[in-house]
């Protein structure tokens, strides 16, 4: 995790824009997650979990976004959902698919079109979407709270650096940018009835918690360089009645 103060501003900004998306998400009643993808200084996508929304257990923030930016988007469409096109992210495409080399550690590996592309996701990207990042090529990864349940990397496993894999180069991921806004957006969903879920519970005696606890130092993800918080933040804390958790899909 980042510290507060070694946060610059401008990625303080662009993870301002991906709170934005995962507030969008909360008031679709989807668990709060949202993400941009910027390139030389401009963000090309966005996106935010849509899971129930497709009833699509793949429509995290990451893919929402990342389709945008597919050369055939007609492979990644589903009904009834609307999509602003962004006619720079084929400029993108194309331009580092040209200078992009095809070699790394001695094997030939695809294409990275997403080179010099950042992502800004509210959450630490699951195992999913940490792989997924990972083939398209993400330059870097920079996520808002850590996911201790589903992380990809580090927060389960470290997927942007493991050497073993070869399929793609790694990337670098850090958190901790607009972490406590992204702990309270889930906690604001949990707190709240899921219309989804086959059981809803009830949540009067549910408590929004504030306190969101500190960054603490573990080894338990050395391949990342990166400190894990020492509360899963995607589900909620113990309160005066017990949380099931309901996700449909384990979204995120
Ligand atoms: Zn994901």
Redesign the pocket.
């Known amino acids: 995790m980042v510290p507060r103060e070694m946060q610059d501003d401008q990625n303080l900004a662009f993870m301002d824009q991906a709170v934005v998306m995962a507030e969008e998400a909360l008031a679709a009643r989807e668990i709060p997650?949202g993400c941009v993808l910027v390139h030389d200084g401009k963000v090309v996508a966005r996106g935010r979990n849509r899971t129930n929304e497709g009833r699509n257990a793949?429509l995290?923030?990451?893919?929402d976004a990342l389709r945008h930016l597919l050369p055939d988007r007609s492979h990644a469409q589903t009904p009834g959902l609307t999509r602003p096109y962004t006619p720079q992210a084929e400029d993108v495409i194309a331009a580092a698919a040209e200078k992009e080399g095809p070699v790394a550690r001695g094997r030939k590996i695809w294409q990275t079109p997403l080179k010099g592309v950042v992502l800004y996701v509210t959450v630490e990207?699951?195992?999913?979407?940490?792989s997924?990042m990972r083939q398209v090529g993400i330059e870097k990864v920079v996520y808002g709270c850590a996911n201790d349940r589903?992380g990809?990397t580090g927060g389960v496993q470290s997927i942007h650096s493991d050497p073993r894999l070869l399929y793609a180069p790694p990337y670098p991921a850090v958190g901790g940018y607009r972490r406590e806004e992204a702990i309270m957006l889930l906690r604001r969903f949990y707190i709240s009835e899921n219309s989804t879920a086959p059981k809803p519970k009830k949540k009067s005696n549910r408590v929004l918690k504030t306190e969101i606890p500190g960054v603490v130092s573990t080894p338990s993800s050395p391949a990342s360089s990166l400190s894990r918080t020492s509360t899963p933040a995607l589900y909620p804390e113990p309160t005066s009645a017990p949380v099931n958790l309901p996700p449909p899909v384990p979204?995120?």
Do not use: R, S
Request: aromatic share 12%.
């Open positions: 997650v793949t995290h923030a990451e893919f990207p699951c195992l999913m979407c940490a997924a589903f990809g979204a995120v």
